[in-house]
């Protein structure tokens, strides 16, 4: 009975789950999705988003908050376009770029110590 070789592993699926991150993989990947954020919009949010959603909490909830507040200001940048036609649009365009730089490295820096973080001036579309 001893020579009979192991049973073989199960066959992973392609559909299988991968395995949570690390805390310090989930500080870095919120910690980069926030930046992201400044240069390329909403997309490093939604990529992050349903990527990392079900890496583990911390990633979730910092990605969660990345698209929303991502979200609200790209609704924002159209409203200020349309309203450009009016000088008023101009000044929505400046401080809503003021805005995104300014609480993305917040939330950047919050993502790096493993505090959460809740973007201001947010609306929630996902959670």
């Known amino acids: 009975m001893s020579d009979m070789p192991p049973p073989p592993p199960p066959p992973q699926t392609p559909y299988s789950q991968s395995p949570a991150l690390s805390p310090s993989d989930e500080k870095l990947w919120a910690t980069l999705v926030h930046i992201g954020g400044i240069f390329f919009s909403f997309v490093p949010a939604l990529i992050g ?28 940048y159209v409203v200020g376009i349309i309203l450009t036609f009016l000088i ?6 400046i401080a809503v770029w003021a805005v995104t730089i300014i609480f993305s490295i917040i939330a950047a820096v919050k993502a790096n110590q493993g505090q959460p973080y809740t ?3 947010s609306i929630k579309f996902v959670s």
């Open 88 to 93: 008023i649009g101009i000044f929505i365009l």
């Open 119 to 121: 973007y201001p001036l």
């Open 49 to 76: 988003y349903l990527i990392l959603k079900d890496k583990g909490p911390f990633v979730r909830a910092h990605t969660a908050t990345a698209l929303n507040f991502q979200i609200t200001m790209a609704i924002a």
